[in-house]
């Protein structure tokens, strides 16, 4: 059972690159999240989903796009990569709204 | 607007020495306050929820309490393996299933 699989797990991009985090499950989850890790700010979140087809803004969703074709995938597009992006990702999934997440291990992108 | 807010930032205990880290917060419509672990470079790792004052859940060394307006996670006798920083966050009836996050307190256990 992996659970939640992100890749890359590190990456470096020029500033006005474009990429995407992908982010995979294998729990069967319909409740997936993408959030940002910066170094002391906590995480924010940044797009989620409460299934297939549906997604929705979170606190930071400007530079950022997602699509959720199927369960368990849920890429977080990066356009016009910009410094202030340079941060650490984290996709997280859960069974439903009472529990806990389970989140991947991390992709750590610089934009320079 | 929902807050959450944890102190200590940092914590340093020795080998033994109990302590409690504190989350504080201020929301409408609590529905439920998490603790995570997160060790360096990895993604956090979910320990307990609490759905209502007076709750209290245990694990290991650890235990979470609380109450109307703030949340203790006790650690009893740590060891080492217990450095690592620690996460709360809370859903609140407006978020749907989002959790907001506080910043976290990173805690070190000296041998």
């Known amino acids: 059972n992996a659970g939640v699989t992100q890749t890359p797990k590190f990456r470096i991009l020029k500033i006005g690159q474009s990429m995407t985090l992908q982010c995979a499950q294998d729990?069967?989850?319909?409740?997936m999240y993408w959030y940002r890790q910066d170094p002391g700010m906590g995480l924010k979140l940044i797009y989620y989903?409460?299934?297939?087809?549906?997604?929705d803004k979170g606190e930071v969703p400007n530079g950022y796009n997602v699509s959720r074709s199927t369960t368990e995938d849920f890429p977080l597009r990066l356009e016009l990569a910009a410094p202030s992006q340079t941060s650490v990702y984290f996709c997280?999934?859960?069974?439903?709204?009472?529990?806990?997440?389970?989140f991947g291990s991390g992709t750590r992108l610089t934009v320079v | 607007e929902d807050q959450v807010t944890q102190s200590p930032e940092a914590l340093r205990l020795q080998e033994g020495e109990s302590s409690s880290l504190n989350c504080s917060y201020t929301?409408?419509?609590?529905?439920?306050l998490f603790w995570y672990r997160q060790d360096p470079g990895k993604g956090p790792e979910f320990l307990f929820t609490?759905?209502?004052a007076g709750e209290e859940k245990e694990k290991e060394r650890l235990k979470a309490t609380l109450t109307k307006k703030e949340s203790f996670l006790h650690i009893t006798a740590p060891k080492p393996e217990d450095s690592a920083t620690y996460l709360c966050?809370?859903?609140?009836?407006?978020?749907?299933?989002?959790?907001?996050f506080g910043e976290g307190t990173q805690l070190t256990v000296n041998p």
């Open positions: 997280a999934s859960r069974e439903g709204a009472n529990y806990g997440y389970t």
């Open positions: 729990m069967n989850h319909n409740y």
């Open positions: 989903s409460v299934g297939a087809g549906i997604t």
């Open positions: 929301v409408s419509g609590l529905r439920g």
């Open positions: 609490l759905y209502s």
């Open positions: 966050a809370v859903r609140v009836e407006t978020s749907g299933s989002r959790l907001t």
